[in-house]
C-alpha cells in the first residue's frame, strides 16, 4: 500500500480541476493584456475566476488579487501595510508560519517595527486577554494571526480577534491557506482586512493564490513592472492556475460537508487505534480534538532513540508524511511551533494530514506500521 498522509504541504490535484486547466494551458494561449481576441477571452477567464472566489467568500471581485502563492501574499498583506501605513507595531505569534514570522523579523531588523507576541497556553492557543493588552498599549498595530496552525491543527477565534482589532484601529491580517476551502468563510462576519488563499491546498495546482484585501484598506503593489491585477501586481498572469484555483474552491465548497465528513471519521479512526495500539502515545497542541482543524493530526510518540529514522522507516514502508512544518521540511532546525508549546523534544513528532482521497484502509495500514515499528525496537 502507498499512503499519502502529508496534505498539510500539498494536496494532489483533482482530476476535474486539471481539465478545468487543461484549455489554458493549450487553446486559449493568448496574453490577457492583449486587446485581440485571443487575449480577450483569457482575460475573461480570469476574470470569471476572479468573480467565483469573491462570491465563495462573500467579497466584492474588486478584493481579490490573484499572486504566486501564500507566501507572496502574506509578504504583500505584510510588508506593504507597515510601510504604507506608517506602522511600527505588530502583534504575531510564535506558531505562525515562517512566511509571516521572518517577514515581520526581517522589518523589526530594519528598524521598521517593534514585535510583541501573545501569549500561548500549554496546547498552543491564544491567550485573547494578552491580545487585548497588547492593542491596548499599542493601538493601531498591525496584527497578524493565522486562523488554523498548519503542524498542531489549532484553530484561532478570528472573529473575535478582528473584534479587537476594530477596537483598537488596528489591521488585522490572516494567514488562513489551511482553512480557506475547509471552512465556510463567510469575509461580511468579522472585520478582516487581509486575508490569504493558496491553491495547491484544496487540490489546486501549485504556484498560485489570492491575497484578499478589504476595499477600505489600500496599499501600493508589492511587485512592480506591470498594471497587471488592476495595478496590484506587476507580471502576466498565471492563467491556467488562476482557472484552477477557482475550481478547486468550487469544487470544495460544493462538497465540504462531505468531505469534512469523511475527514473527520479518518482523523478520529486515527486517533483511536493509535491509542489503543500504542501506549504512551500523546498527541500535540490541540490536533486530536474534534474542535482542531480537521485536517491535521500532530502525534507525539513515545521516547525512543530512533526518533530521527521515523520518517524515514515510514518512508520505507511507502507511507509519506511530515515531522513538522513542510516549508521546513530540508532543515534540520527542529518546528519552531513544536518548540513554542514546549513539546517534549525526546519524543518524535509526526504529522499526519488528510484529504478526501483517503481512506480508512490507509489509516489501519499506517497505525499498524507505526506498532511494528515500536515494537521492533522494543
Same mark, same amino acid.
Given at each position: 500500500m502507498?499512503?499519502?498522509?502529508?496534505?498539510?504541504?500539498?494536496?494532489?490535484?483533482? #482530476?476535474?480541476?486539471f481539465?478545468?486547466?487543461?484549455?489554458?494551458?493549450?487553446?486559449?494561449?493568448?496574453n490577457?493584456? !492583449?486587446? *485581440?481576441?485571443?487575449?480577450?477571452?483569457?482575460?475573461?477567464?480570469i476574470?470569471?475566476?476572479?468573480?467565483?472566489?469573491?462570491?465563495?467568500?462573500?467579497?466584492?471581485?474588486?478584493? $481579490?488579487?490573484?499572486?504566486?502563492?501564500?507566501?507572496? %501574499?502574506?509578504?504583500?498583506? $505584510?510588508?506593504?501595510?507597515?510601510?504604507?501605513l506608517?506602522i511600527?507595531h505588530?502583534?504575531?505569534?510564535?506558531v505562525?508560519?515562517?512566511?509571516?514570522?521572518?517577514?515581520?523579523?526581517?522589518?523589526?531588523?530594519?528598524?521598521?517595527?517593534?514585535?510583541?507576541?501573545?501569549?500561548?497556553?500549554?496546547?498552543?492557543?491564544?491567550?485573547?486577554?494578552?491580545?487585548?493588552?497588547?492593542?491596548?498599549?499599542? #493601538?493601531?498595530s498591525l496584527?497578524?494571526?493565522?486562523?488554523?496552525?498548519?503542524? /498542531?491543527?489549532?484553530? %484561532?477565534? /478570528?472573529?473575535?480577534?478582528?473584534?479587537?482589532?476594530y477596537? =483598537?484601529?488596528?489591521?488585522? *491580517?490572516?494567514?488562513?491557506?489551511?482553512?480557506?476551502?475547509? =471552512?465556510?468563510?463567510?469575509?461580511?462576519? +468579522?472585520?478582516?482586512?487581509?486575508?490569504?488563499?493558496?491553491? *495547491?491546498? +484544496?487540490?489546486?495546482?501549485?504556484? $498560485?493564490?489570492?491575497?484578499? &484585501?478589504? !476595499?477600505?484598506?489600500?496599499i501600493p503593489?508589492?511587485?512592480?513592472?506591470?498594471?497587471?491585477?488592476?495595478?496590484?501586481?506587476?507580471?502576466?498572469?498565471?492563467?491556467?492556475?488562476?482557472?484552477?484555483?477557482?475550481?478547486?474552491?468550487?469544487?470544495?465548497?460544493?462538497? &465540504?460537508?462531505?468531505?469534512?465528513?469523511h $475527514?473527520?471519521?479518518?482523523?478520529?479512526?486515527?486517533?483511536?487505534?493509535?491509542?489503543?495500539?500504542?501506549?504512551?502515545?500523546?498527541?500535540?497542541?490541540?490536533?486530536?480534538?474534534?474542535?482542531? &482543524?480537521?485536517?491535521?493530526?500532530?502525534?507525539?510518540?513515545?521516547?525512543?532513540?530512533?526518533?530521527?529514522?521515523?520518517?524515514?522507516?515510514?518512508?520505507?514502508?511507502?507511507?509519506?508524511?511530515?515531522?513538522?512544518?513542510?516549508?521546513? !521540511?530540508?532543515?534540520?532546525?527542529?518546528?519552531?511551533?513544536?518548540?513554542? /508549546?514546549?513539546?517534549?523534544?525526546?519524543?518524535?513528532?509526526?504529522? +499526519?494530514?488528510?484529504?478526501?482521497?483517503?481512506?480508512?484502509?490507509?489509516?489501519? =495500514?499506517?497505525?499498524?506500521?507505526?506498532?511494528?515499528? =515500536?515494537?521492533?525496537?522494543a
Amino acid at each position: 500500500m502507498n499512503v499519502y498522509f502529508d496534505n498539510a504541504a500539498t494536496t494532489p490535484l483533482d #482530476p476535474e480541476v486539471f481539465e478545468a486547466m487543461k484549455p489554458y494551458m493549450t487553446e486559449f494561449y493568448g496574453n490577457p493584456s !492583449s486587446i *485581440h481576441s485571443h487575449g480577450r477571452r483569457v482575460r475573461s477567464a480570469i476574470e470569471k475566476a476572479r468573480k467565483t472566489v469573491a462570491e465563495l467568500l462573500n467579497v466584492s471581485p474588486a478584493e $481579490i488579487f490573484f499572486t504566486s502563492g501564500g507566501t507572496e %501574499a502574506d509578504n504583500t498583506a $505584510i510588508c506593504r501595510s507597515v510601510e504604507s501605513l506608517n506602522i511600527k507595531h505588530a502583534v504575531t505569534s510564535a506558531v505562525e508560519h515562517h512566511a509571516v514570522l521572518h517577514t515581520l523579523e526581517t522589518l523589526e531588523k530594519a528598524g521598521k517595527i517593534k514585535i510583541s507576541m501573545v501569549e500561548l497556553d500549554q496546547k498552543g492557543h491564544l491567550d485573547y486577554h494578552h491580545l487585548e493588552e497588547l492593542l491596548h498599549e499599542n #493601538p493601531k498595530s498591525l496584527v497578524s494571526l493565522m486562523h488554523a496552525n498548519n503542524e /498542531i491543527g489549532n484553530l %484561532a477565534d /478570528i472573529k473575535r480577534i478582528s473584534m479587537l482589532c476594530y477596537e =483598537y484601529k488596528s489591521i488585522f *491580517h490572516s494567514d488562513t491557506v489551511q482553512s480557506i476551502a475547509h =471552512y465556510r468563510l463567510d469575509l461580511q462576519d +468579522f472585520a478582516a482586512h487581509c486575508l490569504v488563499g493558496s491553491a *495547491h491546498k +484544496f487540490h489546486g495546482p501549485k504556484g $498560485i493564490g489570492f491575497l484578499y &484585501l478589504n !476595499s477600505d484598506h489600500k496599499i501600493p503593489p508589492y511587485i512592480m513592472g506591470g498594471g497587471q491585477e488592476r495595478n496590484m501586481r506587476g507580471g502576466t498572469e498565471n492563467v491556467y492556475g488562476i482557472v484552477g484555483l477557482a475550481k478547486a474552491m468550487e469544487i470544495a465548497y460544493d462538497h &465540504l460537508d462531505q468531505h469534512e465528513k469523511h $475527514i473527520r471519521t479518518l482523523k478520529k479512526r486515527m486517533v483511536q487505534k493509535l491509542r489503543d495500539q500504542l501506549p504512551g502515545v500523546d498527541f500535540n497542541g490541540d490536533s486530536a480534538s474534534p474542535l482542531s &482543524l480537521y485536517t491535521v493530526l500532530n502525534v507525539c510518540l513515545p521516547p525512543t532513540e530512533d526518533n530521527d529514522m521515523l520518517l524515514f522507516n515510514l518512508d520505507i514502508n511507502n507511507i509519506s508524511a511530515s515531522g513538522g512544518s513542510a516549508c521546513s !521540511s530540508g532543515s534540520s532546525v527542529g518546528s519552531h511551533v513544536l518548540e513554542a /508549546i514546549h513539546s517534549d523534544p525526546n519524543r518524535g513528532a509526526i504529522r +499526519f494530514s488528510f484529504s478526501k482521497f483517503n481512506k480508512v484502509e490507509e489509516v489501519d =495500514y499506517v497505525v499498524d506500521k507505526l506498532a511494528e515499528l =515500536y515494537s521492533i525496537k522494543a
